[in-house]
């Protein structure tokens, strides 16, 4: 690492180890079903402390950018120290280094090596989803292979990346996406579907009721009353 790279680094952690709560750590990392350890820092400390670090340590350039991302995310210890790489990811000052390389790039890995929803939702709809919209030429075709691949949480992820993309949602993308998972019997991916419908129908309601009455029997109950929730109701959903 270089010398901005590991400042920032040794401040994440000795803010986190500065900040810790033994007594608290056990239970979050129990809820997270974690193989990383906590440092037992609740998400109010940890914004504040990466706004402060992020701050008081800025990166010169994206190659350092990514290179710290890859150190917090790959080198953790804690859970907390990976909520830091996704937390850098999203700092405003480096907002002109989301582009749609990182989606079958860094956003890919950490998403697959993640594996799990807190790291996954917050990566899909606030990263990926972003960059979807704004370059989607681009993204769009590396989304029609996580749809198409083997892995659950890339699946997920462009399932739910156009959550909050409201009007500007690809209805086409995001049915392929439904399409593809909806025999799964996976509860991240059925929840996924229900959650995106559910969200999209506060846009287009029409649209949501239309997409499951048109699906008989092949969408899952769960995925149904998700997506139903704030709508009623469709005719022929089964």
Do not use: N
Not at 194 to 203: D, N, Q, S, V
């Amino acid at each position: 690492m270089t010398d901005p790279e590991l400042r920032l680094v040794t401040a994440i952690r000795t803010g986190l180890a500065a900040a810790a709560d033994p007594a608290k750590a056990p239970a979050m990392r129990a809820y997270m079903k974690s193989d990383l350890p906590f440092y037992g820092v609740q998400a109010p400390g940890q914004r504040e402390l990466f706004r402060a670090v992020f701050a008081e340590h800025p990166l010169p350039d994206r190659h350092r950018w990514l290179a710290t991302i890859r150190v917090l995310w790959e080198d953790a210890t804690h859970r907390e120290e990976r909520y830091a790489a996704i937390a850098l990811t999203g700092v405003r000052a480096y907002a002109d280094w989301q582009t749609p390389d990182l989606v079958p790039g860094l956003y890919h890995d950490m998403i697959v090596t993640g594996a799990w929803w807190d790291y996954v939702d917050d990566l899909a709809i606030r990263r990926v989803g972003p960059i979807l919209r704004a370059d989607p030429e681009q993204v769009t075709p590396v989304l029609a292979e996580w749809i198409a691949g083997a892995d659950l949480w890339l699946r997920r992820s462009a399932i739910i990346c156009q959550i909050g993309s409201t009007a500007a949602t690809d209805t086409e993308l995001l049915t392929l996406a439904i399409d593809r998972a909806a025999a799964d019997r996976e509860f991240f991916l059925r929840k996924g579907i229900g959650w995106a419908l559910r969200e999209h129908a506060k846009t287009d309601p029409d649209w949501g009721q239309a997409f499951v009455a048109a699906r008989p029997g092949r969408l899952s109950g769960l995925s149904v009353r998700e997506a139903l929730k704030h709508i009623g109701p469709a005719t022929g959903s089964g």
